[in-house]
């Protein structure tokens, strides 16, 4: 694989690798396309986990969480939003892509193009990132999606999770503020 030995470059020819571990092998300038599916750091899975937060609400898996135990799940999410440290996730987000646009950048030709699929609450950060590496954002595309959960949650039904009858009853009919996501955007750089 990468790094232990040397690769031989083939003309015409489709490599598949993690790029951030195999950037740093491949010549300057000799990449036509980058086309990539980036982690988007939503945190549905430990590889998409791309900070150091600990307490946060990824996965069920803080210490306050642990400690709760089966309330959390009752409780549902926090209606007065994310803790501190979770609102560094998006800053931390853009520290991870900033580990390989330069990179990227490095190894395409002039002219190419860096094809990213990102996630919507974080794509942002993916095209800052990219363009203080050098690239020019050209447009975003959409992936449309057939299928969309929509996730709105009931207000009235955490406070029931909660216990608190009186604010159900005042809150019913409410939803905590979620938009189906029917697209995933498609992010086009191009190296000037």
Do not use: F, M, Q
């Given at each position: 694989m990468w790094g232990e030995q040397s690769m031989k470059w083939e003309l015409n020819s489709v490599y598949n690798y993690d790029s951030v571990a195999a950037l740093k092998d491949i010549p300057s300038e000799t990449v036509h396309?980058?086309?990539?599916?980036i982690p988007y750091g939503i945190g549905t899975d430990n590889w998409d986990i791309l900070h150091n937060n600990t307490n946060s609400a990824y996965l069920g898996k803080s210490p306050a969480q642990e400690k709760l135990g089966g309330l959390f799940k009752k409780r549902g999410k926090p209606i007065n939003g994310w803790s501190?440290?979770?609102r560094e996730i998006p800053k931390q987000y853009y520290e991870w892509c900033r580990l390989w646009t330069s990179d990227w950048f490095r190894v395409l030709k002039p002219g190419a193009s860096a094809i990213v699929f990102a996630g919507r609450r974080l794509a942002h950060r993916c095209i800052t990132a990219m363009e203080d590496s050098g690239f020019s954002y050209k447009d975003m595309l959409a992936w449309i999606k057939e299928r969309a959960p929509h996730r709105a949650q009931h207000i009235s039904v955490i406070f029931d999770r909660r216990g608190d009858k009186e604010s159900s009853e005042k809150w019913t009919g409410?939803?905590?503020?979620?938009?189906?996501?029917v697209f995933e955007p498609i992010l086009w750089f191009v190296k000037p």
């Open positions: 396309l980058i086309l990539s599916d501190e440290a979770d409410w939803r905590v503020g979620n938009l189906s996501p």
